[in-house]
């Protein structure tokens, strides 16, 4: 479904991602981890079309994102940590123009019920303006998947959500996996990549540092240091320090 | 504390400065800050150290009348007065102090009393005040006068002003805190302006009665008229205390300088009193009217200057969009609901029919009279200038979407039909709008007595100019919408984005830039028009020959602006932001 191969972002002489390949089949969620500046953004970014690669290749659902940039992009979406709205668009507006953009016929009975599933149905009629964060978020959501997308990615997806909004977007995540999606999700947060992920990929300073299944990665750092969790391996995989204690403490 | 404000203060500065001389190693800063530079040494600089020669040669070709310094310094002190009065009268709101949300954040929850917040903000005032009395004596210098006279004149009535308005909205403030409304302020304002107004026309008609408003025609006559009524009478007494503060800026020489200095002074070190002393709250309105504030500046720098002016209200669409279709569609559609609701089909359809009944009357009552000819020539006018400044005051295509750069880059569109959808808009809207305007000038001067065109000829060029005017503005936005995907950085919201000289000088480089691209565009549709027009001449009739060239001009620009659309969907698929952001 995601087959990346030998993936490179450089800025002028700045590596920002280098010699990456990995594949994402359908039904995975790959979680995709690292330090600050590790380069997930980038690969993201990259990954969805937004930025041209330097070098490597990346098929999404068997097209070349390079070459077949149209149908690639059909079969993707992405998911940023900040909401990105037209401002003077109202919450429907957003969706018939998205059904526009992706051609997607019949749009309204499918719009209506990412509206109820998202609980936004009241607001069909606000601007971006009057929704709080996590509505806005909602949105950007309901536009993503008006069109069915078989490939998705997700940059820090709990960002400003609350407790019940994290809850629901974990299910939503889980739900398009099952549906036969491929998933990608980059975050911070070890315990959302441990609960909800299949696979995982370590980044460090644009580089693939480990590469593969939960258990995989989990045991590869076991052996040489007994039973660790996904936080010990992301700091052994890393070559971070342990955390001391907190400030102040 | 007030040390810990003042060092924020001088480090804010301070790092702001260096950055921006940092930034001129990169090509494009320079360049603006070379043209930017050269444009205020030319246009303002040169006539401070020119010399008076230099400067009484401008004050003397631009026609300054001499003004008797009193009438000069009572149309100061009028002034002020007019814009005092309007900062009670007007407003109301309660006091708010305009920080930036870094400094609310900071100052706000630290233990800074609301005396030192003030203080801080009257010394950040200050940096405001010294720029903007350094650029009016670059103004103010090119009339005469001397510079420092002007400088510190300038900055004795800025500041003064910026105390005062300060001043009224505490003072506001406290009249609402008092159980006294906005409306009940307003009218205790306007009985006190009544009653003034009122002294002045009693001793008007008693101490000038022989003075006939309609005798006053020349420039003259007006000159005279002003004296006698601000020079003399209670006018003088009631504008006092504004005399005095512009009195100083008026002042011929450094001795009447420093006589006027003393007055001036006391009355900014009153007004500081009045303003240090008031105990008024102003923190819960001054953290909203700095969200609003930071977000004004956000929507003005990204070029949407409505958005900076008032709220968005949620609108009808222009037109029923369909899922399926042509993907630029859409792009239009959304890019016609940010534009607004004046820039519906109705709207046009409304304003066609009220226009050219008008004009049918009109031209019915007067026909071949100058007034239909003078308003066709306008019409024809406002067409040449929409060409122009059209593509500047409609920006809802990629100067409005950069912000969204990267959500319009997910889109499975090609580069060249985002930017032709993103161009669609503007050119819709300025297309309807001239097209409008030729209907109303060819109504205009269907009557007139043109004897270089005929009717059949007048027809011909409105035909030719219909046909010339959408592909004209097709190409006339490409030149700014490439600007922006060439260098976004010179488009960049925020504080980081460029101000001062350099942005000055980047606006004359892209007007230029546009200038000679529109020129060089234009060269090819006006060499095809005169071949085609010149052959057709020896087998057709003027107006055919004219006609046809038009349609041969339209081509080769259609031609062009397809590849323009082309080339700016290229750029693009290549604009990078992340780069921009790292480089």
Redo the contacts between chains.
Sequence with gaps: MIVVEGLAKL??E?VAVSDLSFAVQPGQVLGLVGPNGAGKT?TL?CL?????PTRGSIHICGYDLAKD??????Q?A?FTDEP?L?????VE?HL??T?????????ENVARGLLEELELTDKR???P?ELSRGMKQKLVIACGLLHAPKVIYFDEPLTGLDPLGIRRMKDSILKRARDGAAVMISSHLLHLVQEICSHILILKNGRNVSFGSIEDITRQFSVAAGQANLEEVFFRATGADEPGPAPGS | MIGALFYLQFHTVWNRIAMRFKRLKQPKYLAGGVVGGLYFYFYFVRYLFGGGRARAGLAATQGIPHLDPALLESIGALILFVVLVVAWLVPHQRAALAFTEAEVAFLFPAPVSRRGLIQFKLLRSQAAILLTSLFLVLVSSRFGGRVWIHAAGWWLILSTLNLHLLGSSFGRTMLLERGISSWQRRLIILVLLAGVVGVVAVWVSRSLPHLDLSRLRTPEQIQAFAESLLVSGPIPYLLYPWRLVVRPWLAPNATAFLIALGPALLILALHYLWVIRSNVAFEEASVDASRKLAERVAAVRSG?WR?GKQ?????R?PFV?????P?A??LL??NL??AGQAFRLRVLLVLVVLGLSMTLSLGRTMGNSDVSMILGMIALMFIAWSLFLGPQLMRQDFRQDLG?A??L??????GWQVAFGELLAPAVVLTALQWFLLLLSLVLLWHADLRVLDRPARLAVAAGAALLLPVLNFITLQIPNAAVLLFPAWFQTGKDGPQGIEATGQRIIAMLAQLLVFVLGLLPAAIGFVVVYVVCRLVVGFSLALLLGSVTAAVVLAVEAALGVLLLGQLF??L?L??ER??
């Design positions: 800025y002028g700045f980038t970014r969805s079309g937004i930025i041209p940039p149209i149908a690639a992009k059909r993707l992405l990105r037209f401002d003077y668009l109202t507006q018939a123009f059904a526009r953009i992706y051609q997607v016929a019949g749009y009629q606000a601007l303006g | 949407n958005a709220q968005l209200k949620s609108r669409p969009l369909a899922p399926v279709g993907p569609i859409a559609w959304k609901l940010s969204l990267e959500v880059k997910m889109y499975p569109l090609r698929e290549r990078d992340s780069a790292t480089g």
